[in-house]
Antibody
Framework: QVQLVQSGAEVKKPGASVKVSCKASGYTFTAYYMHWLRQAPGQGLEWMGWINPNSGGTNSAQKFQGRVTMTRDTSISTAYMELNRLTSDDTAVYYC????????WGQGTLVTVSS | DVVMTQSPLSLPVTLGQPASISCRSS???????????LSWFQQRPGQSPRRLIYKVSNRDSGVPDRFSGSGSGTDFTLKISRVEAEDVGVYYCMQGTHWPPWTFGQGTKVEIK
């Protein structure tokens, strides 16, 4: 069965960076794009970007361009999302999700930005 | 960006009664291949979102048949024929036709009266 397992919660200071991982299993990792989304406390869902695990190509939402880096390691079927220059507004649960259809989701990673 | 507008934002429902959520897009969601990439997601308290419906009306595997989706162009509806206690949560519509970005509605909170 398809599973996406994300890394654990993080606490960061303003200005720092965070890197979240998403390990895929149960399907061919390189066959589906991996998307990243986030959800601030009590808020809705926001799409951040995707990575093509096959080529490494990426596409991100305009508001995150220059601040987000998406990478992957095909040898361990894992995608990564790194967000730089964190502020308190980046406090959120970050999700990975498979494909543009968003048919499977990780369990979420809470990133708290606080001084 | 395509704006997705849901209504109502809060929906108190009596157990066993039907419920309906509306989702409107700021432009037509018909893609060049003729498909409409409109999905519905359920997010139970403390859980990750779960896709219920894709391409307007296709139920995902394991989704009870009391959930149904319909619509065309810019107007879409999610219906629950008889609400059960496990249906409590927030429901989101999402468009994947005009990307980037993929965009979501604000969410509709379903609760039991």
């Amino acid at each position: 069965q398809v599973q996406l397992v994300q890394s654990g919660a993080e606490v960061k200071k303003p200005g720092a960076s965070v890197k979240v991982s998403c390990k895929a299993s149960g399907y061919t990792f390189t066959a589906y794009y991996m998307h990243w989304l986030r959800q601030a406390p009590g808020q809705g869902l926001e799409w951040m970007g995707w990575i093509n695990p096959n080529s490494g190509g990426t596409n991100s939402a305009q508001k995150f361009q220059g601040r987000v880096t998406m990478t992957r390691d095909t040898s361990i079927s894992t995608a990564y999302m790194e967000l730089n220059r964190l502020t308190s507004d980046d406090t959120a649960v970050y999700y990975c999700s498979r494909d543009g259809a968003l048919d499977y989701w990780g369990q979420g990673t809470l990133v708290t930005v606080s001084s | 960006d395509v704006v997705m507008t849901q209504s109502p934002l809060s929906l108190p429902v009596t157990l066993g009664q039907p419920a309906s959520i509306s989702c409107r897009s700021s432009q037509s969601l018909v893609y060049s291949d003729g498909n409409i990439y409109l999905s519905w997601f359920q997010q139970r308290p403390g859980q990750s979102p779960r896709r219920l419906i894709y391409k307007v009306s296709n139920r995902d595997s394991g989704v009870p048949d009391r959930f149904s989706g319909s619509g065309s162009g810019t107007d879409f509806t999610l219906k629950i024929s008889r609400v059960e206690a496990e249906d409590v949560g927030v429901y989101y519509c999402m468009q994947g036709t005009h990307w980037p970005p993929w965009t979501f509605g604000q969410g509709t909170k379903v609760e039991i009266k």
